[in-house]
């Protein structure tokens, strides 16, 4: 009883916006995990877990019966859920995968402009707890226990401090490299790889081709970069628009 009262102390307390300076030094790091090749590899891994997890709450959200999550060792992953086969719940389902990565960003931003940045690696935590109940292939189960016992030891053993960067460097991560993904989708339709993508099912479903669905998920990645780094760095995004207009 003591330990779930100290963990939820936890979880709603409040902690100081670190400065500016502090913020957009993680936000480097993070553009180096992502352009860097030898870290996207790993970084990619945490945009497929995203990229799954928004399939799932889309699926629940629509009211569709998930049937498990799979992520594979090439950084791929697959959501299945029951339901029709067609539809505004299966457009839905399938539109939050590419669009995942970006809104948990943002979700993840405001939390942090709120100071709630251990709270919102709570959050994230509850939220493997719950995908860990769906994996349905080893290599998925092995990530995800592994990447929730990280996490675990980050919130119960590390400073407020250091939680609070860890928090703004997962969010800088998911906002950073939520465009990327999508760049990979359209050099891969390019060199006339298609027929299963996210795309190419909406594309099937709406009559909507392919390309525009494949440029709606960049432009609504983009603006949520931009809305992160309008949150997160006020007086930068301040400074570009300034820069742009002028």
């Known amino acids: 009883m003591e330990i779930i009262e100290e963990a939820w102390r936890r979880a709603v307390s409040v902690q100081p916006v670190p400065p500016a300076g502090t913020v957009a030094a993680l936000a480097l790091a993070a553009l180096v995990a992502v352009l860097v090749p030898a870290l996207w590899r790993v970084t990619r891994m945490l945009v497929t877990i995203t990229h799954e997890g928004g399939h799932a709450i889309a699926a629940v959200l629509a009211g569709r019966r998930l049937r498990g999550i799979r992520v594979h060792s090439d950084t791929s992953g697959l959501t299945v859920s029951k339901g029709r086969a067609s539809g505004p719940g299966m457009v839905?389902?399938?539109?939050?995968?590419?669009?995942?990565?970006?809104?948990?960003?943002?979700?993840?931003?405001?939390?942090?402009?709120?100071g709630r940045s251990v709270g919102l690696l709570w959050l994230l935590l509850a939220v493997l707890g719950l995908m860990l109940l769906q994996i349905r292939n080893a290599y998925g189960f092995a990530v995800l226990a592994g990447g929730g016992l990280l996490m675990?030891?980050?919130?119960?053993?590390?400073?407020?401090?250091?939680?609070s960067a860890v928090a703004y460097l997962i969010t800088w991560t998911l906002l950073i490299a939520a465009p990327k993904p999508v760049l990979e989708l359209m050099a891969q339709r390019r060199r006339g790889g298609r027929g299963s993508s996210d795309a190419d099912q909406l594309a099937r479903l709406t009559s909507v081709p392919g390309v525009i669905w494949t440029w709606l998920f960049l432009?609504?990645?983009?603006?949520?970069?931009?809305?992160g780094v309008a949150l997160l760095l006020p007086r930068v995004a301040a400074a570009l628009l300034a820069t742009a207009s002028g």
């Open 92 to 114: 839905m389902m399938l539109a939050a995968g590419y669009l995942g990565p970006a809104l948990v960003g943002l979700g993840a931003a405001l939390l942090l402009v709120a």
């Open 152 to 163: 675990f030891a980050v919130t119960w053993y590390l400073s407020p401090t250091a939680q």
């Open 219 to 227: 432009a609504a990645n983009m603006a949520g970069l931009a809305v």
